[in-house]
Nanobody, 123 residues
């Protein structure tokens, strides 16, 4: 099973940018579909973006389309989330996750999770 560690979170003003990274170790990273999810205080964890094992297909929640970009580098065993035009409502703990099979938006479909990284956007 792959192990995941997120980094890159922090405090940023509205309209700013952050880049999150997810480093994977263990089993072959390229065999996994990867996703980013987030959880704000008092809310359920929600889908943000996903990327196929090859990187050829990407998916994003409507709330982040046009602002967030997901990418991966299988040679480096990393996945990134470039977040631009950040809004206060983007404030949450961001998690990377992995699953075998096609990309989905459902939390329950992802079996492996990182510990999360906090993103705070001030107004």
């Amino acid at each position: 099973q792959v192990q995941l560690v997120e980094s890159g979170g922090g405090l940023v003003q509205a309209g700013g940018s952050l880049r999150l990274s997810c480093a994977a170790s263990g089993r072959t990273f390229s065999g996994y579909t990867m996703g980013w999810f987030r959880q704000a205080p008092g809310k359920e964890r929600e889908f943000v973006a996903a990327i196929s094992w090859s990187g050829a297909s990407t998916y994003a929640a409507d709330s982040v389309k046009g602002r967030f970009t997901i990418s991966r580098d299988n040679a480096k065993n990393t996945m990134d989330l470039q977040m631009n035009s950040l809004k206060p409502e983007d404030t949450a703990v961001y998690f990377c996750a992995a699953r075998r099979g096609v990309a989905t938006m459902r939390v329950v479909d992802y079996r492996t999770w990182g510990q999360g990284t906090q993103v705070t956007v001030s107004s």
